[in-house]
């Protein structure tokens, strides 16, 4: 499946410095249609540990 970026909206909550190992993470919030589009919404963060988030937001794709 693929899908293409609609809308993303993030908040930095730390420093990330070179070397730094990150990695990105979301979940489907939920699933609508609008239009002729399906849309699937997200939480969106990078982490440095599951302890350690350096980013957060929510995104908006549309389905293929």
């Known amino acids: 499946a693929s899908a293409c970026l609609r809308r993303l909206q993030v908040r930095f909550l730390g420093n990330v410095f070179a ?30 540990s599951p302890e350690d988030r350096v980013l957060a937001g929510t995104a908006t794709v549309v389905l293929a």
């Open 19 to 48: 070397g730094d190992r990150v990695a990105a993470r979301g979940v489907v919030t939920g699933v609508r249609e609008e239009g002729a589009e399906r849309l699937a919404d997200l939480d969106v963060w990078l982490e440095r």
